[in-house]
């Protein structure tokens, strides 16, 4: 049950969270070879680029789940209590987040407050907040219908942006560039931020951005792992 009280989105899963993320975001990504093909980056920022890392810095701060944001930067759970749940833990559940029945509910008032959240940010499109409370109403119905008693809520096994275990560190944001693919003729600019890995192993975050009432913001995010593209989208 101690994986219960993680009532944040922040950790969770790995490769089967973004196979899954994959197979249900097709509608915000581009192609793979647009970018596995892109020009190589550069590491000149514009002033979109330099938004960009104002974001990345704003982000990392709200998910730290050592020190909670006041506003609340997570959807949460109603928890159930049942005579098997551990005392110690029950204990630490405040009243309203148990659950009235024996199952996990999805806390409703937490997804409004988290999309207001994001949205007074001023780091995200119309469009993505729009597809994140779809995707949010969605798996959240699915979740409540589902009855599950324990485990991990399904459908939120990860991060709501980045869709992963583990994101980046604070020394990874001033590795942030421009990333140019061919064919993104529509789009503002892309960015790529790579993140360190033990060994090898390659991984980047790619944001992808548009102007929007005369501001950059965000309007999809992507992963390249040892050169393969996944898209994140809003599931």
Known sequence: MAALFGISLIACDSDKSSQQAVANAGEQ???????VAATPATTHLDACGERMKGFLR?????????KPHPEGSSVQFKIPITPETDSALAARIAPEQRSSTKYYQMDWRSVES?????????????????????????????????????GEPEGFEADEVFWMMELYATSDIDKLRAYRASNAKTRDGIYEL???????EKSSFILYTKKENDRCVIDSVARLYNGEYSSVGNK
């Open 29 to 35: 990504a581009v192609t793979k070879d647009s970018v």
């Open 58 to 66: 704003w982000y990392l701060n709200l998910v730290d789940y050592e």
């Open 114 to 150: 988290y999309l207001a959240m994001l949205g007074k940010s001023g780091y995200f499109s119309k469009s993505y907040l729009q597809e994140k409370r779809a995707s949010l109403l969605k798996r959240g119905k699915a979740l409540d219908a589902a009855k599950m008693e324990d």
């Open 194 to 200: 790579p993140v360190a890995l033990p060994g090898d």
